[in-house]
């Protein structure tokens, strides 16, 4: 064997080696964390590459400090209810990294929400405004709290207490959350109300996701979905492919699959089927999507209501079975680890081309295998899902500017946004050996960027 190639031989078990030990000690360390270990195992197996090329990430440390959020808050959010109950719940804010600026990441209020789903949230965050190539750290929030069948006065109270703790490791040059699940406009202006009365100042920069009327971005709304609708579209040009007539089936009817849906028809898409957390709805020849938007960005209505309007569409209890219908495009924009296995086995068989993740982490590491196996175009969520940081950080940009730009040049900026991701993940995966790899590819471009500024800024 040449010396050369020997060298690499030997760093590449090196990297093996390393990425195992790491991945032990991450384990170890949160061992009830599963989602936490899951989306780490995912971005370390795609390192070794890169770590066995530039040994001096291994001699730096850099996985092992990469996770370890540098500071992570919990907190106690005392409320009174409607009936003058005292209620507690436990809000999170973890900043993960501030390597390539402040921190930033959205709030989720959702039961399910704990350390380790925000945890790994801000984890995956990190990479994900690397990739955007803003000047955005990583972080995420959020608290255990169901705003389903709340008051609008109980969401209110609710949200301000959060707010008058979270306010103490925030601000505009600081971290600045924005919305996620359960946290809409409505969410962030309560917030935003908040924290301007405890600082007694306009730091207009301090939540991204605002109302338009007080510095918010015109097409933040519609940015994750749409974003998501220009990455699957770049990625079927540069596979020779159309979404002229496909089929698409998107899970969930918030606000990424709403917007998703609205772009992927704009692009000549037939969107089938949508869900929310009841069920699903198939409207075989596509989904009138007024009737969706009103429905739930208007009446906060169920997605089953759906065929009290349409009755020669089908709702079905249960929310897995949506990847059950035959279909070109799966877009799963709910929630993570929807796509198990057996639901990519599914989607397999019955001919999907590709499958795009608008939410975080929904699709296992199991059924991400099958997909790559089986050679489907697939999109990682910190690539494809990156439009709505990416336009909070133009929101950053209009707030520090004082200025406010029209919808078309904030759309254009995010359609060249997306399409530089799509270039820029394409590319690392071809220069690592993966071609056509975007889980690769994303990883490796996110860490890489993160990485050198943290050597070049020292072991702080
Ligand atoms: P929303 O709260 O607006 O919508 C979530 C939707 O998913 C709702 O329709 C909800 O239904 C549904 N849902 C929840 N759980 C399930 C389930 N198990 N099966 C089917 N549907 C379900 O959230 P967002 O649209 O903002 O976020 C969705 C995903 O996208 C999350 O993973 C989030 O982290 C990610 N994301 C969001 C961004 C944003 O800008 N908003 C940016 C990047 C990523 P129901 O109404 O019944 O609860």
Redesign the pocket.
């Given at each position: 064997m040449k010396t050369v190639e020997k060298m690499e031989f030997s760093y590449l078990q090196q990297a093996k080696d390393y990425v195992d030990e790491v991945y032990e000690m991450v384990k170890k360390r949160n061992p009830d964390q599963v989602e936490f270990q899951q989306a780490v195992k995912e971005v370390f197996d795609s390192l070794i590459p890169v770590l066995a090329k530039h040994p001096n990430y291994m001699q730096q440390a850099i996985l092992e400090r990469m996770v370890e959020p540098e500071r992570t808050i919990t907190f106690r959010v005392p409320w009174v209810d409607d009936k003058g109950k005292v209620r507690v719940n436990r809000g999170y804010r973890v900043q993960f990294s501030s390597a390539l600026g402040p921190y930033k990441g959205?709030i989720?209020f959702h039961p399910t929400v704990n350390e380790s789903i925000i945890k790994f949230?801000g984890f995956e965050q990190t990479f994900k405004n690397s990739l955007t190539g803003q000047p955005i750290g990583g972080a995420k929030g959020g608290a255990d709290f169901d705003p389903?069948g709340k008051s609008e006065m109980e969401i209110m109270r609710f949200t301000q207490s959060f707010m008058t703790e979270l306010s103490k490791h925030i601000g505009p040059d600081l971290d600045v959350p924005?919305?996620?699940?359960?946290?809409?406009a409505k969410e962030i202006g309560y917030m935003f109300g908040q924290y301007k009365k405890l600082r007694g100042a306009y730091e207009a920069g301090v939540l991204t996701?605002k109302g338009i009327g007080y510095g918010g971005s015109l097409a933040r709304k519609e940015?994750?979905g749409y974003g998501t609708a220009y990455f699957m579209d770049a990625m079927f040009k540069d596979n020779g492919l159309s979404l002229d007539g496909c089929k698409v089936i998107v899970?969930?009817?918030?606000?990424?699959?709403?917007y998703a849906m609205e772009k992927m028809v704009e692009l000549g898409a037939n969107v089938i089927a949508c869900?929310?957390?009841?069920g699903?709805i198939y409207d075989e020849n596509g989904i009138y999507l007024e009737t969706v938007k009103r429905l739930?960005e208007e009446e906060q209505g169920?997605?089953r209501e759906y065929i009290k309007e349409h009755p020669h569409a089908m709702f079905k209890e249960g929310?897995?079975g949506?990847w059950e219908i035959p279909c070109d495009i799966a877009l799963p924009?709910?929630?993570?680890n929807?796509i198990d296995d057996s639901a990519a086995r599914l989607l397999v068989a019955n001919g999907v081309k590709a499958v795009g993740e608008?939410?975080?982490?929904?699709t296992t590491l199991e059924a991400i295998e099958i997909f790559l196996e089986n050679n489907i175009l697939f999109a990682p969520?910190k690539a494809v899902?990156?439009?709505?940081?990416a336009v909070?950080a133009l929101e950053m940009a209009q707030n520090s500017a004082r200025l406010a730009w029209s919808f078309e040049e904030v759309d254009s900026k995010l359609y060249e946004i997306m399409n530089n991701i799509y270039t820029t993940s394409t590319k690392a995966a071809e220069d690592y050996g993966q071609p056509g790899n975007l889980v690769l590819g994303a990883n490796i471009a996110g860490f890489i960027k993160v990485a050198d500024a943290m050597i070049a800024q020292g072991i702080i």
């Open positions: 959205g989720r949230l389903k924005a919305g996620d699940i359960g946290v809409g996701g940015a994750t899970s969930g009817s918030g606000n990424v699959s709403i869900s929310d957390s009841d699903y739930k169920r997605i929310c897995s949506i924009c709910a929630t993570q929807e608008g939410a975080n982490m929904p969520a899902n990156a439009g709505g940081v909070s």
